[in-house]
């Protein structure tokens, strides 16, 4: 349940069920209605610099920082 705590510049391992897993920076969290954690967010993947929008429960790990 990493992604209840993900914020915006955190590194994330992502596992969508397309699509290698990739590692990718948060550049926008989208909260939910009905909660205050994240149910979107917005990554730019590392391998290519694309800008994603990813559903938050695909996030599988944060990576730690430094």
């Known amino acids: 349940m990493d992604f209840l705590f993900v914020a915006v510049g955190d590194v994330v391992a992502v596992a969508s069920p397309s699509q290698p897993a990739y590692l990718a920076q948060v550049i926008f969290c989208e909260g ?4 205050a954690h994240p149910s979107f967010l917005q990554v730019v993947r590392e ?14 790990a944060r990576l730690p920082c430094g």
């Open 32 to 35: 939910g209605a009905r909660s």
């Open 47 to 60: 391998d290519d610099l694309a800008v994603l929008t990813i559903q938050a429960d695909w996030v599988v």
